[in-house]
Nanobody, 129 residues
Framework: QVQMVESGGGSVQAGGSLRLSCVAS????????MGWFRQAPGKGREGVAH????????FYADSVKGRFTISRDGAKNTLYLQMNSLKPEDSAMYYC??????????????????????WGQGTQVTVSS
């Protein structure tokens, strides 16, 4: 079992920045795709960004391209999400997740992330206008 622990959420004004972190307790075949999802009140969970850990290939939702950057420190088993130019519509609970490499290329990355088997508890991001 892999534990995922997020941190770094908070409240910020529109245009501001936050960096989320997620530490994984271990890495294995089922953590070769790592990513961030978010869920706002009354809405479904959506994929934000994810990374194939071996190739470091990154993928982004259109809504965050050019503003968010996903990265990973393999030595620390830590996943990051740098969020710049934040907008009120970015407000949500953010979750990190991990799955097999195939998860990075599945349709679930754009929706609920059903191909991801490990999830963190979430960290709240609130952006005020």
């Amino acid at each position: 079992q892999v534990q995922m622990v997020e941190s770094g959420g908070g409240s910020v004004q529109a245009g501001g920045s936050l960096r989320l972190s997620c530490v994984a307790s271990a890495v294995n075949y089922f953590t070769r795709c790592m990513g961030w999802f978010r869920q706002a009140p009354g809405k479904g969970r959506e994929g934000v960004a994810h990374i194939a850990t071996i190739s470091s290939t990154t993928f982004y939702a259109d809504s965050v391209k050019g503003r968010f950057t996903i990265s990973r420190d393999g030595a620390k088993n830590t996943l990051y999400l740098q969020m710049n130019s934040l907008k009120p519509e970015d407000s949500a609970m953010y979750y990190c997740a991990a799955g097999p490499l195939t998860a990075c290329y599945s349709d679930s990355v754009r929706s609920g992330g059903s191909d991801f088997g490990y999830w963190g508890q979430g960290t709240q991001v609130t952006v005020s206008s």
